[in-house]
């Protein structure tokens, strides 16, 4: 049912930028691109929301491209703590969340 | 604030057998969403209350059902145990039942395992 795709696993050194990316192309106009990680054996943890514009927070920044069709996440400074499965996800009609399979990133020292 | 809290932490069943799991949203917090995660996998939508009515359901069986209480905490049933049951289940409150605000708080979640 999920209307993202992302690479099933990336790696990140420790102190540089994590961009994920994740493709949206049949979202429609008024569908909010959400992401979340999870920690291992956690409950997953909100990051970020956008619709069209750019958005930033203390976690991340969400760049979303002009035609809405894929997004990238950015983790401006990744630590080991951010060693996590990212999911990329939207808002369905009936409000529920589908959690694809995402992507795992590893981050190493 | 006490976050969303689900219990018990772990269950142990066997085959054919009923198990309930409890699940307390944020206060304040009136929609309540359940997943599976079996071992590996991605997170897959159960059920979603919101004001004491099921608004929705993903694609599981009719043994799977729950319930949601007027203090808007919920309780998910697992009838006939299977062995493909066994999962971690998820519980996530909103305080917003259109979810505009992106925000599901989830628990630390249950894991069910049947033998």
């Known amino acids: 049912d999920a209307k993202t795709t992302q690479p099933p696993s990336m790696d990140c050194a420790e102190g540089r930028a994590a961009n994920l990316p994740c493709n949206h192309s049949?979202?429609?106009?008024?569908?909010?691109v959400y992401w979340y990680r999870q920690i291992h054996s956690q409950g997953p943890q909100y990051i970020i929301h956008?619709?069209?514009n750019n958005e930033t927070n203390e976690m991340a920044s969400l760049i979303i491209t002009e035609d809405r069709k894929s997004s990238t996440l950015i983790l401006p400074h990744a630590t080991l703590r951010d060693t996590a499965v990212y999911y990329c996800i939207a808002k369905e009609p009936d409000y529920k969340l589908s959690f694809g399979a995402g992507t795992t990133v590893t981050v190493r020292a | 604030e006490a976050g969303v809290t689900q219990s018990p932490t772990h269950l142990i069943k066997t085959r054919g057998q009923q198990a309930t799991l409890r699940c307390s949203p944020i206060?304040?917090?009136?929609?309540v969403y359940w997943y599976q995660q079996a071992l590996g996998l991605g997170l897959q939508f159960l059920l979603w209350?919101?004001?004491?009515?099921?608004?929705n359901r993903g694609n599981f069986p009719p043994r799977f059902s729950g319930r949601q209480f007027p203090n808007y905490s919920s309780e998910l049933n697992v009838n006939a145990l299977e062995l493909e049951d066994s999962a971690l289940y998820l519980c996530a409150s909103s305080l917003d039942r259109g979810l505009d605000t992106g925000e599901l708080f989830f628990g630390e979640g249950s894991r069910l395992t049947v033998l």
């Open positions: 049949t979202i429609s106009g008024n569908e909010y």
């Open positions: 209350y919101d004001e004491g009515e099921e608004r």
């Open positions: 956008g619709l069209k």
């Open positions: 206060s304040g917090h009136t929609s």
